[in-house]
């Protein structure tokens, strides 16, 4: 089992920047691929970013490049979404995510959940 929970979200003006984290625990953190998803209010969960446990590929949904960054610190089992340039339409629910397949962690059937963090962008 691996318990993942999120913090950093907040209110934030467009244009404007957050950091979100992800603190993991149970097994090896390490070993999965983590990822962040997004959900907004009468919105299917979507995909935002991944980054595979060897640091040595991320990706990121069309809507986000350039603006959000996904990276990860194994030595303290954190993984992180810098988020910049926000606009009002990045409102949702942030879940971090994680899965020992990064095919499937890209997807909304990820092993292992959070209970999402709150950003609210506002115009």
């Known amino acids: 089992q691996v318990q993942l929970v999120e913090s950093g979200g907040g209110l934030v003006q467009a244009g404007g920047s957050l950091r979100l984290s992800c603190v993991a625990s149970?097994?090896?953190?390490?070993?999965?691929?983590m990822g962040w998803f997004r959900q907004a209010p009468g919105q299917e969960r979507e995909f935002v970013a991944a980054?595979?446990?060897?640091?040595?590929?991320?990706y990121s949904a069309d809507s986000v490049k350039g603006r959000f960054t996904i990276s990860r610190d194994n030595a303290n089992n954190t993984v992180y979404l810098q988020m910049n340039s926000l606009k009002p339409e990045d409102t949702a629910v942030y879940y971090c995510a994680a899965d020992g397949n990064t095919s499937r962690l890209r997807t909304v059937k990820a092993s292992y959940w959070g209970q999402g963090t709150q950003v609210t962008v506002s115009q």
């Open positions: 980054i595979t446990w060897s640091h040595l590929n991320t």
């Open positions: 149970g097994r090896t953190f390490s070993r999965y691929a």
